[in-house]
T-cell receptor, first 117, second 111 residues
Framework: DTEVTQTPKHLVMGMTNKKSLKCEQH?????MYWYKQKAKKPPELMFV???????INESVPSRFSPECPNSSLLNLHLHALQPEDSALYLC????????????????FGPGTRLTVL | KQEVTQIPAALSVPEGENLVLNCSFT??????LQWFRQDPGKGLTSLLL?????REQTSGRLNASLDKSSGRSTLYIAASQPGDSATYLC??????????FGAGTRLTVKP
């Protein structure tokens, strides 16, 4: 299995809702990532999990809460989002963890298109 | 600070043409550089990863070159096909804690 899966594909939520995005990989990769991509812009790194531990938090607002229950699964919990948080949320993984993860080939999922009303 | 720039922003070519996409970076102390393809509304697909010690990397009709000293990489696509239509992004890891992407080149290959 050489793919990263993400669910749901699309999500519409109100500003008071709580929802979660899910990402899975079964390639035995040791690092997993969340990126945010606004329309016609490049992806921006939000979170890095290396060996199931949060290693990098790029000063993302606390209304985004990541969780890594095991080495194959990554969640992004959403609460009290703003309309400007509407974007494509991409999950990625890489074989190596630690400092070498971001220098390794990144495998991306198809993304979740999030709309906040 | 690492800034990544891609020129042109958009490119339209007839089928069969060979083409070159450009990527520039301001900090030449890079570990490697990756080229990705993104179809509209989809995730990114890694095409080539070229290490800082390499000058070229090839995969099928794709060839990526890297010139660290001048802060440039090019992606050469031979014999372009309509199926190559997509946005192509380059990215470099930065400071061990970030991945810097260019804004991408949107390629259209016309039949």
């Amino acid at each position: 299995d050489t793919e990263v899966t993400q669910t749901p594909k699309h999500l519409v939520m109100g500003m008071t809702n709580k929802k979660s995005l899910k990402c899975e990989q079964h390639m035995g990769h040791r690092a997993m990532y969340w990126y945010k991509q606004k329309a016609k812009k490049p992806p921006e790194l939000m979170f890095v999990y290396s060996y199931e531990k949060l290693s990098i938090n790029e000063s993302v607002p606390s209304r985004f809460s990541p969780e890594c229950p095991n080495s194959s699964l990554l969640n992004l919990h959403l609460h009290a989002l703003q309309p400007e948080d509407s974007a494509l949320y991409l999950c990625a993984s890489s074989r190596r963890g630690g400092g070498g993860g971001l220098t390794d080939t990144q495998y991306f999922g198809p993304g979740t298109r999030l709309t906040v009303l | 600070k690492q800034e990544v720039t891609q020129i042109p922003a958009a490119l339209s070519v007839p089928e069969g043409e060979n083409l070159v996409l450009n990527c520039s970076f301001t900090d030449s102390a890079i570990y490697n550089l990756q080229w990705f393809r993104q179809d509209p509304g989809k995730g990114l697909t890694s095409l080539l990863l070229i290490q800082s010690s390499q000058r070229e990397q090839t995969s099928g009709r794709l060839n990526a070159s890297l010139d660290k000293s001048s802060g440039r990489s090019t992606l050469y696509i031979a014999a372009s096909q309509p199926g190559d239509s997509a946005t192509y992004l380059c990215a470099v890891p930065y400071n061990n804690n970030d991945m810097r992407f260019g804004a991408g080149t949107r390629l259209t290959v016309k039949p």
